[in-house]
């Protein structure tokens, strides 16, 4: 073992490093948006199946299986290799997004789904009885309940899309994973970039997660915060 | 004020009410009994068409209940309900539970809302608790909140579906209480109970309701004393 660590690239290159995981950052946000509004459609189908199955129901069930029960790499891939085969080309970024935003989406709709369910029936026959409509319902007693239920695994799926994202280097995008490697790859100084990377999604996590903390707690003070 | 004709009320294959006919006057407290299953929760919630029906009339006022063209947002505004679990809002505390239905459906000014809310919650005693949260609040706080944020919309009829049967037996009284003075001061109260107490001294008339049928109705001496029914007999030696 006679390794000489060499930082000093490193350092030099750390705007870039700073800026590429902004592209990380991005990506991550926007496929949680998506899967968010994906995830809620979904939940809302799947909820709705009572016996009788539409395709519609079956499309849900078969997204909500698939994206939870393969690995997030072959997902990716077939937004990239898949798609491409049949002649659909989706750029880097796009691929990444595709992908990232479908496991999402399949994580938070289950998410959801538990959500909506741990709100008993008579929350919304109360609201009704005092002539909310079914939208003044959802929108002032049912979600701010089914927010605070999900909050957590909310949060955690926010975690997991910047972690996640880094698997967008295997199919050409340059997050932070992907300039580091490319950095990398030019100097020979491999383990200092990755140590080093390594700590800037360490802090992105911590920030994210602390972020929750503060918010989560000013939205519900009620119960004592999260 | 409220004119019930052959009411039939179908879950699938379960026939729940068979024929209902019953007029409640304004100003009038009528206490409904009868025994598990026999659709007296389910009479409530037709009334303000929280369930649909299969045949027959349910008119308020002028309005008919079930008719594809009414409001029924509108309706229930004048339509009171307390139910027997208590279902206040747990995310808002005691003064937002009562305020925001008259901010949001009634258009009140914010300031205009927590004025009034105030007030009703004063008016059932819990005008200390104003800024508590629901999960502060005891069973028969948390009931009397409910009948606070049901008074808030003004309703000139109040559906009480066993508002007591939930609460821990000290606590009854809290909320009977409550009732009693609404009754005193004149509103018109339809009240599933399992108090006889409260149905023999406060109601004005009390149903007997059967599978599905009403049996029997009367001013409670009559139902008490003198019940005309078989089933009725039974079911009051039994409750005794
Ligand atoms: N949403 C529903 N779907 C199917 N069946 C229902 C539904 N609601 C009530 N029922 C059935 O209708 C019948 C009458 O129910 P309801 O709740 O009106 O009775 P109840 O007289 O209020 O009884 P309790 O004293 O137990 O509250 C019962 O057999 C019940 O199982
Ligand atoms: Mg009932």
């Known amino acids: ?226 | 004020m409220i004119d019930i004709t052959n009411l039939h009320k179908r879950f699938g294959p379960l026939h729940v009410l068979k024929g209902i006919n019953l007029t409640v006057d304004k100003g009038e407290v009528l206490s409904v009994i009868g025994s598990s299953g026999s659709g007296k929760s389910t009479l409530l919630y037709c009334i303000n068409g929280l369930e649909s029906i299969q045949d027959g009339s349910i008119r308020v006022d002028d309005t008919e209940v079930h008719h594809p063209k009414t409001d029924l947002n509108r309706l229930r505004q004048k339509l009171g309900m307390v139910f027997q679990q208590w279902n206040s809002f747990p995310h808002l505390t005691a003064l937002e539970n009562v305020a925001l239905a008259p901010r949001i459906v009634k258009g009140q000014s914010k300031s205009e809302a927590s004025e009034r809310a105030s007030e009703q919650l004063n008016h059932v005693g819990l005008g200390d608790k104003l800024d508590s949260y629901p999960h502060a609040l005891s069973g028969g706080q948390q009931q009397r909140l409910a009948i606070a944020r049901a008074l808030a919309m003004e309703p000139s009829l109040m559906l009480f579906d066993e508002a007591t049967s939930a609460l821990d037996p000290e606590l009854v009284g809290e909320v009977l209480d409550t009732m009693r003075m609404l009754a005193r001061e004149g509103m018109t109260m339809i009240c599933v109970t399992h108090e006889m107490g409260f149905a023999r001294d406060v109601s004005d008339r009390v149903a007997y309701f059967h599978q599905g049928i009403m049996e029997e109705i009367g001013p409670p001496e009559q139902l008490f004393n003198t019940p005309q029914s078989e089933h009725t007999r039974a079911f009051l030696s039994k409750v005794r």
């Open chain 1, 1 to 226: 073992m006679d390794y000489n660590f060499h930082w000093q690239p490193v350092i030099g290159r750390l705007p870039d490093l700073l800026l590429a995981s902004l592209d990380t950052l991005q990506v991550a946000a926007l496929s949680i948006v998506l899967g968010i509004v994906i995830g809620l459609l979904l939940a809302i189908l799947r909820m709705n199946a009572r016996g009788r199955w539409t395709p519609l129901q079956w499309f849900a069930v078969a997204w909500i299986e698939i994206a939870r029960n393969t690995p997030v790499l072959f997902q990716l891939f077939f937004f990239g290799f898949g798609l491409g085969a049949w002649g659909w080309h989706l750029s880097p970024f796009m691929i990444v997004l595709a992908g990232l935003s479908f496991n999402c989406a399949g994580y938070l709709a289950e998410n959801f789904r538990g959500g909506f369910q741990s709100i008993p029936d008579t929350q919304y026959r109360a609201a009704r009885s005092v002539g909310m409509s079914a939208g003044q319902t959802y929108y002032h007693i049912i979600i701010p309940q089914v927010l605070r239920k999900v909050w957590h695994p909310l949060t955690n799926q926010i975690v997991w899309a910047v972690l996640m994202s880094s698997l967008g280097m295997l199919v050409g995008y340059q997050e932070l994973t992907g300039s580091a490697q490319y950095f990398a790859s030019r100097t020979y100084r491999i383990f200092e970039y990755f140590a080093v990377v390594a700590l800037i999604y360490y802090a992105l996590v911590k920030l994210i997660l602390m972020a929750s903390r503060m918010l989560g707690w000013r939205l519900f003070r009620s119960e004592g915060g999260v």
